[in-house]
């Protein structure tokens, strides 16, 4: 790995797709979720694509509208992830575990564990959970941000120490002299803060990357910031335009340096939902064809992004210049500026929607070539060292992306056309790590 | 499944084996523990032989000899576990998750997830975790037999809930309509106690066999039997007699009538370590080859089970008419029974000790018909319903019992020639269960 190269990630959600209503294509298992063949047939897809991790964002309840709509988790990060390390070589995994409602001595053992077995392909995607459903599924009230990020820094910082009490060489071995382990390499952490505790060791030995590598996750509050300074080889995020990701890429990058780390040692990856069609009409009749109601449903909202008063029976006549004169984008809503921009292409107010507008991340929807111009785009604007794909339907979609898009961003030299190394550390392009960063002091965290 | 037959069990620990020693011998991989291609083969083998299920007992901490020994768990039992389950079609898994140390809605989530991934075929070992070096690693002090059962009680039948709280009809999938799930059968359970609660629901369907098969293990404490009783399907334990062994099958069984369930099923599974060879001579000398200074140290021990002064020069003799005459078994342990039979046949003390009279598990050596002699002797008394095996060395042990002993098993009749079904619960011959018990009340458990 020399040139700096785009990082890529396939978010690993339910099975079916990114896109409402994707569970509904003709194409798509109706039970992709409990089947792990499924995914498994996309973690190989994203592996063809030399896509460096996948990656499970984890709510760990239920929510949202369950009768119309999928469960937006795999079943279980680590078994999940661990199936599908048995029927893949190269890819990466980067599981969420809260740092609030897992113990940190059996957070430690099955990362560590999931890392040895994937031959060093582990990463623990480390956030705090203030969500009440969650909480309430522990039979827990939800602690403030203080005492959250108290106990965040505790567990990675005794999760690590656990990492490293196996020491490199701890494992002798020796048949003929009778010794298996140095027990002078094998020895407690007694590492403890307000929260959480742990004696220690752990006996997992180093895996080929030595240990899992650390992400963390979420908007950048200050709290967070703290975490991805110290810790964190990668920040996974949601952002909607290249003037913010560039300002918190900065602000990532700084809290590295006040850390006392190379700037270059965390991975900025933002968000990037697809769809990969001949055409960009093609794509948007792709996406309207399972929307059900919800384009619909969403007129009002794009009205106020817009500050417009379309009514329902307008939203297949394109607009018209003079509403378009009139059209201004919300500074409330990030993402008003990416609507005002496709409307002035001269589109539907339905097919405005189907650009994704309203969504999670950015959307793009169309041909391999808009893909690539994105994340060239934004990549060269230093606002992202890599993305995490969702695509709008797995089944096809992760195919469609690495044999439309992946062959232009390697053409462009800006994108690997083979795995770095064998392991995520190499994968990422982030140096190794054993135990606790000597660096990092223990401010805040555990002693 | 029709006759009453003999359901085995793998133990399955760090690759190595039961021996002291064991991973010393020339044709054991020095690195069996971290490598999972090691224990796939092991349980491939056991699947070959028809065995119901894996057992990973655990105990998360490191404890004994680790210079001289090795590590006598699986790296994780859940990872560990489903990476086998991906390598495997038949065999099921019994992991063993502390109710003390981990949370019901984390084990709950994970054990149904590798239920449906290895389609029916997980089982959880349910145990409550006293010992202090345990306790440490979870930075928290030992709780008192009282609270760990009372919590062990709300953790299983918050476990039991959150399967059941997806019904087996909610996955409607229906494309055509729009609906995913049926809100109405994917509800809270909103169960706790006085330690642990859950609100749930758990969003994981049901799998081939509905939900994990529930097993505990330890010594039959009036505590551990009212668990037993009320929710185990499986009972694990480590027994020395026939005379003790029908005893406690006894308590089992009648524990679970007393929760008002057919004591038909429980399934009491008794310990049994192994060394296949073609004479009981070879294999005393293969154990002997691998036991380092162990069985010279075990000497003042034997002493002690059978009231004599043997000297260490004496180890290699046998043991005279006069000093047979005068040795007695220990009413203190009830090895000593099994190691004056042995001494009786004319072996030297060596050799007495080399027939495994101080260890784990009743140990039988020699020829497949001795192991088969022992089980059916067993299994004919009422003592057991079934064995766990534990291997001399995995490395060939599983497969040399699968090839010697399995098949006098069958030809008398006494062990299934196919497996019974695809589930373990289908295998181990117990009922279906989802979600709680409607027979078991809620008397000291969760509400």
């Known amino acids: 790995m020399t040139a700096h190269q785009i990082v890529l990630g396939l978010a690993i959600t339910d099975g079916y797709g990114a896109l409402h209503g994707s569970w509904r294509a003709p194409h798509v298992p109706a039970d992709a979720y409990a089947d792990i063949e499924a995914t498994i047939r996309h973690a190989r897809a994203a592996e063809r694509g030399k ?33 599908i390390a048995r029927a893949t070589e190269r890819i990466g995994f980067v599981a969420t575990g809260s740092t609030t409602f897992r113990e940190p001595f059996n957070q430690a053992r099955q990362f560590k564990a999931l890392d040895v077995i994937s031959h060093g392909r582990a990463g623990w995607n480390a956030v705090t959970t203030s969500d009440p459903a969650v909480a309430a599924n522990y039979g827990r009230p939800v602690a403030d941000r203080q005492e959250r990020y108290q106990r965040a820094h505790e567990a990675i910082q005794i999760t690590q ?40 060791p752990l006996a997992i030995p180093p895996s080929e990357q030595g240990q899992p590598v650390i992400f963390t996750s979420g908007g950048p509050s200050p709290h967070l910031l703290t975490i991805a300074g110290r810790y964190a080889s990668g920040f996974i995020t949601e952002v909607w335009t290249i003037e913010e990701a560039r300002a918190q890429r900065r602000m990532i990058r700084e809290a590295a340096r006040d850390a006392g780390r190379d700037p270059d040692e965390i991975k900025y990856i933002v968000g990037l939902m697809t769809t990969v069609a001949p055409t960009v009409r093609e794509g948007l009749d792709r996406r309207i064809a399972l929307s059900g109601g919800i384009i619909e449903a969403r007129l009002p909202h794009l009205n106020a992004m817009l500050g417009l008063r379309l009514r329902p029976e307008q939203i297949d006549d394109p607009l018209t210049p003079e509403v378009l004169a009139a059209a201004h984008s919300s500074p409330a809503d990030p993402r008003s500026g990416i609507a005002l921009a496709v409307a002035r292409e001269g589109w539907s107010p339905r097919d405005v929607l189907a650009h994704g507008v309203i969504d999670y991340h950015p959307t793009v929807v169309g041909p391999g070539e808009r893909h690539a111009d994105h994340m060239q785009e934004w990549f060269e604007a230093g606002a992202a060292d890599g993305f995490w794909i969702s695509p709008d339907i797995y089944e096809d979609g992760v195919d469609a992306f690495v044999d439309e898009v992946v062959p232009l961003l390697q053409e462009r030299g800006i994108y690997p056309s083979e795995y770095p190394g064998t392991t ?22 555990a002693r």
């Open 51 to 83: 896509f460096a991790f996948l990656f499970t964002p984890d709510f760990p309840a239920v929510r949202g509208d369950i009768e119309g709509d999928t469960l937006s988790n795999v079943m279980d990060p680590i078994v999940s992830l661990t199936a």
């Open 161 to 200: 120490a656990l990492w490293g009490s196996w020491e490199k060489d701890a494992w002798i071995r020796d048949k003929d002299a009778g010794r298996f382990l140095d027990p002078e390499k094998l020895r407690p952490i007694n590492l403890g803060g307000e929260h959480v505790a742990s004696r220690g």
């Open 424 to 445: 995520l550390r190499e994968n990422l392009g982030v140096p190794a790590q054993y135990g606790l960063d000597p660096r990092i002091g223990d401010g805040g965290g």
